[in-house]
């Protein structure tokens, strides 16, 4: 079974600073990968998605991810964060027949 | 001109009791989806719809049940609510043709207290 594994559920960090979300999978077929963030109290919504071809992906607010498939990884970066990027952050997979399995989360927390 | 609306935001309820809460998209998708959110943050799916008609339905209690009246409606009725039920459910839809890349467009959840 397809499965995603945050290996952080926190992460805290000053601004300017750059970031690593990690994310590990479990899969024996294709792929689609995805980060979404949930600022608080509000809906996720989608940073950036791999799908095929180049394993680097870049996504909006200045993140980019790299499909790795020899480490089964799809690791969050931003080279420099802001205080308004305080959010909780989700990996995900796509499954046969269209459902997302999610990570369990890692909350990013910025200071000053 | 909210994408993809929820109501209500927050529900107290008590134990027993049988609630629903609406979810409304405009942006002309086909297929919509409820999550629910558990207080550790873990989502999982609960129901898919494409188009009025359910194409995922997980492991939930039978208490659950979804109605589609047309593809931009899909509410969520609850019977019998339990203290397990509390937790934040959230709508999402997804464009045409595009169900299986897995963008999602999420509402801003609905808060559910069984208290």
């Known amino acids: 079974a397809q499965s995603v594994t945050q290996l952080d559920s926190q992460v805290p960090v000053f601004e300017e600073a750059p970031v690593e979300l990690r994310c590990n999978y479990s899969?024996?077929?294709?792929?689609?990968l995805f980060w979404y963030v949930q600022y608080p109290n509000q809906g996720l919504q989608l940073l950036l998605k791999?799908?095929?071809?180049?394993?680097l992906v870049k996504g909006i607010n200045g993140f980019e991810a790299e499909f790795n498939k020899s480490q089964t990884s799809f690791h969050l970066r931003k080279p420099s964060v802001h205080i308004s990027d305080t959010a909780e952050y989700f990996c995900?997979?796509?499954?046969?027949?269209?459902?997302?399995?999610f990570g369990q989360g890692t909350e990013l927390s910025v200071k000053p | 001109d909210t994408a993809v609306s929820q109501t209500p935001k927050y529900l107290v309820t008590q134990m027993g009791n049988d609630k629903s809460i609406k979810c409304e998209q405009n942006l002309g998708h086909d297929t919509m989806y409820w999550y629910k959110q558990d207080s550790k943050k873990f989502l999982k799916i609960m129901f898919s719809?494409?188009?009025?008609?359910?194409?995922i339905n997980e492991t939930v209690p039978n208490r659950f049940s979804p109605k589609s009246p047309d593809k931009a409606h899909l509410n969520l009725h609850i019977n019998s609510l339990e203290l397990g039920d509390s937790a934040v459910y959230f709508c999402?839809?997804?464009?045409?043709?595009?169900?299986?890349?897995?963008?999602?467009?999420f509402g801003e959840g609905s808060r559910l207290t069984v208290l």
């Open positions: 899969s024996s077929v294709s792929v689609y």
């Open positions: 791999y799908l095929s071809g180049s394993t």
């Open positions: 719809y494409n188009n009025k008609e359910l194409i």
């Open positions: 995900a997979v796509m499954v046969p027949g269209g459902k997302l399995i």
């Open positions: 999402a839809s997804s464009p045409p043709g595009r169900e299986g890349t897995g963008e999602l467009f």
